[in-house]
């Protein structure tokens, strides 16, 4: 048997593309407090706080 092909190659991804009519809002949630919270239900301040944060990987630890 042979392995299907399961990954997109970089040409192939530029090639994909989306009408504005065919598109659709993405919603972003995180956790706060110990519980999940759409983004978009944020104030301004934590708007703000939301997107100052960084994405790190502890010494030693894989990366995902």
């Not at 192939?12 to 065919?22: F, G, H, R, T, Y």
């Not at 659709?24 to 110990?34: A, D, I, K, L, S």
């Not at 919270?37 to 997107?51: I, L, T, W």
Request: aromatic letters at 8%; hydrophobic letters at 30%.
């Amino acid at each position: 048997m042979s392995a299907q092909k399961t990954e997109l190659t970089e040409v192939e991804m530029l090639q994909i593309a989306l009408n504005d009519d065919e598109r659709q809002p993405c919603e972003v949630w995180t956790r706060v407090m110990g519980y999940h919270r759409p983004v978009a239900s944020f104030n301004k301040g934590k708007q703000g706080e939301y997107a100052e944060r960084v994405c790190f990987t502890e010494p030693g630890e894989r990366a995902n």
